[in-house]
């Protein structure tokens, strides 16, 4: 059994396609389909399936995953002996994050990345709904999701590093007359209009549920970083003063220059992970590997360089 072959195997894998995986090993597509048909000769068994325009991995193929995987690493890591003088990351990296993590910490983290891994192509996207996140790792368009949510469980998805609890927070101007209370009841917050980002973020879906918020004066913006510049300007306005609901790292630069406060209140069922997650079928790559080192990922904020 050829490494070469378990190296095709899993990029067919991983794109469920052979073109695909061709395109990307930089073979003909008769090449890929010969090495599939020699490792399947082989095994003695199909390790994929043709469904429409995508092929699907079999039961035996996804068995077969969880040795070549490790093969290779270990392969590739044994060309590495004697030449410990130059192990810099090169390739590239795409990172899909939840738009409500893209604020300062993520500059500074992606900014830090760069800095430390200068033979990177980093390209990041984002989406307000972690499912079309995970759809995009499903279909190899992105290498890894950074998401803000209830503990994902899909079978085939990967958690990287450790997840990050982080609490979501109503906030308001600094000067704002709840800013400086104690004990806030949701009653006395809804009293005054609430900023609310996309509603298919998970807190917004979890605030819905909660029946004092019907009939509150609500504004839909969709961008998490708007909607926290509106209400750190509604100050002095009274009950015209609007606030907004964010996760702590979104707004941790607006309560550190002191623009916005946190109110003492805690949302209900809304306490959320920030999770880094990759599909079980993706070979880990030196670049994702430095990605998921930094830890905090996209919500730390502190720049070490």
């Known amino acids: 059994m050829e490494i070469r072959n378990l190296t095709t195997f899993t990029k067919v894998a991983e794109s469920q396609s052979l073109s695909r ?119 190899n368009e992105i290498d890894l999701m950074v998401t803000l949510d209830y503990p994902v469980s899909d079978a085939d998805l990967v958690h990287a590093g450790t997840d990050i609890p982080e609490e979501i927070r109503f906030y308001a101007a600094a000067d704002h007359p709840l800013a400086r209370a104690d004990g806030i009841s949701l009653k006395e917050i809804l009293e005054y209009p609430l900023i609310r980002g996309d509603e298919r973020l998970p807190y917004e879906q979890q605030l819905e549920k909660l029946k004092e918020q019907r009939g509150a004066r609500q504004i839909r913006v969709q961008n998490q970083d708007l909607a926290l510049r509106m209400a750190a300007r509604q100050s002095g306005r009274g009950k015209a003063a609007g606030l907004t609901m964010a996760p702590e790292s979104a707004a941790q630069e607006y309560t550190e220059d002191g623009r916005l406060a946190a109110l003492d209140y805690r949302i209900p069922g809304c306490r959320m992970w920030r999770q880094t997650i990759y599909h079980r079928n993706k070979w880990m790559t030196g670049a994702m590997q430095a990605w998921i080192a930094m830890g905090g990922s996209a919500g730390e904020a502190e720049d070490t360089g």
Do not use: F, W
């Not at 090449?31 to 039961?59: A, C, D, H, S």
């Not at 068995?63 to 810099?88: C, D, F, H, W």
């Open 21 to 139: 995986a061709a395109k990307q090993l930089g073979y003909a597509q008769s090449t890929v389909t010969m090495q599939m048909q020699q490792l399947e000769q082989e095994l003695g068994v199909p390790l994929y399936e043709r469904v429409g325009r995508q092929i699907r991995i079999t039961q035996a193929g996804q068995n077969l995953l969880t040795y070549a995987v490790p093969i290779i690493r270990m392969s590739q890591e044994a060309l590495l002996v004697g030449k410990e003088t130059s192990r810099e990351v090169c390739g590239s990296l795409r990172v899909g994050i939840l738009e409500a993590l893209a604020g300062d910490g993520l500059a500074a983290s992606s900014n830090r990345y760069l800095q430390n891994n200068p033979g990177v192509e980093l390209e990041i996207l984002t989406e307000t709904d972690s499912r079309i996140l995970a759809d995009k790792l499903r279909h």
